[in-house]
């Protein structure tokens, strides 16, 4: 695969934050995902985020697993930590990187095939284990790269363009991260840069897991009667000596409206997202109360977006450990290796 760097030539007038970066020192390579994609209106958020909260590049760890959201990674923060983990095995890969070295800030990108399918056992114990990290889910409710097959988020009821309707009930992964413990949970739509951005801001600045679910229309497999939000798509088989793939530009979707509203959104197979943004009296510290708000409004058929649920005084899996304060690859083998006095104590309450 052929990858296009962006050249590294910065206007001199660009804005610098308060470590004397630009925008252009938090971007990555140029994406080739499919024009009017929503990953990278996500990626775009977090570029737009690092580059407000003063976060040096070389702080920031990102991991993925495999996918059109594990893509992603390579286009924003190029100087910063990164790992490209197997399909669904990206937050163990994480939280053991967060065990080492727990003075880096920690995000993962990943999608709902990569969380809600193969790997959503990994998803669940680095939640329910406090892992302090942001965990950013892309959810298009379909397999892209596979040519759109319908994934665990799609919703029951979904039909692709041939007529074959998905069965199964989706999975929730922002109700499901509230049920295992995790301590900042959102979900916001990739053509709200208004609401995402700051969402991405008080992730990475929050202690614990922190998980956001963006719905992410897919522009490419987008031909489903009565989704919500993800698509099908359109491919003739041949037996010709090769295949091509044309994938017409879409412009990107976007959309602002006000705390309390309910904006639909059409896509562009013609169906419509419903999103219900919190109105602003909302108490996101009651977990229980944001379970029941979500299924109510999911009775309803809204998707509701914001921050949902945050708790300020929130633990991570090294306050569960109790480990030092030192990051443990920077500790000393004479930090590591316990004296004699040390084994003896040790032996003696095992007697």
């Keep these: 695969m052929t990858y296009i760097a962006k050249p590294p030539l910065h206007h001199p007038s660009l804005e610098k934050n308060a470590l004397g970066f630009t925008r252009r020192d938090y971007e990555g390579r140029i994406s080739t995902l499919c024009a009017g994609c929503g990953h990278d209106s996500i990626s775009a958020a977090i570029i737009q985020a690092c580059f407000e909260i003063d976060l040096a590049p070389h702080r920031l760890a990102k991991f993925s ?40 800030i920690y995000l993962g990108v990943s999608g709902d095939g990569d969380s809600a399918s193969i790997g959503l056992g990994q998803f669940a114990h680095a939640v329910r284990r406090g892992v302090n990290m942001t965990y950013i889910v892309e959810n298009n409710g379909v397999y892209g ?68 679910d ?17 698509f099908d798509y359109v491919r003739e088989h041949n037996e010709a000596v090769n295949r091509l ?33 919190i109105e602003e ?39 569960s450990l109790n480990t030092v304060d030192t990051p443990l ?6 930090d590591l290796i316990p004296p004699v006095s040390a084994l003896e104590k040790i032996n003696s309450g095992l007697r």
């Design 65 to 104: 697993g495999i996918g059109c959201s594990s893509k992603t990674p390579d286009y924003f923060v190029s100087p910063a930590h990164g790992f490209n983990a197997v399909h669904g095995r990206m937050p163990s890969v994480l939280t053991g990187a967060n065990i080492a070295s727990k003075d880096l």
């Design 145 to 212: 790269l596979t040519k759109g097959q319908f994934s665990a988020t799609s919703d029951k009821g979904s039909k692709a363009k041939k007529g074959a309707e998905n069965k199964d009930s989706p999975i929730d992964l922002v109700m499901l991260a509230l049920q295992l413990g995790a301590t900042y949970v959102g979900r916001s739509f990739s053509g709200d840069k208004t609401q995402l951005v700051p969402l991405i801001k008080g992730a990475l600045h929050h202690k614990g897991a922190a998980i956001i």
């Design 214 to 230: 963006v719905l992410s229309p897919c522009v490419a497999f987008n031909n489903h009667v009565g989704s919500t939000k993800s």
């Design 245 to 277: 793939d044309v994938i017409s530009p879409r412009a990107p979707i976007r959309a602002e409206y006000a705390p309390g509203e309910l904006k639909e959104v059409v896509q562009h197979d013609g169906s419509t997202l419903r999103l219900r943004k």
């Design 281 to 319: 009296e909302y108490d996101p510290s009651d977990r229980n109360a944001a379970l029941g708000y979500l299924a109510r409004k999911a009775t309803e058929g809204e998707i509701v977006t914001g921050l949902l649920y945050v708790d300020p005084a929130a633990h991570d899996l090294h306050d």
């Design 329 to 334: 690859n920077k500790l000393r083998d004479v």
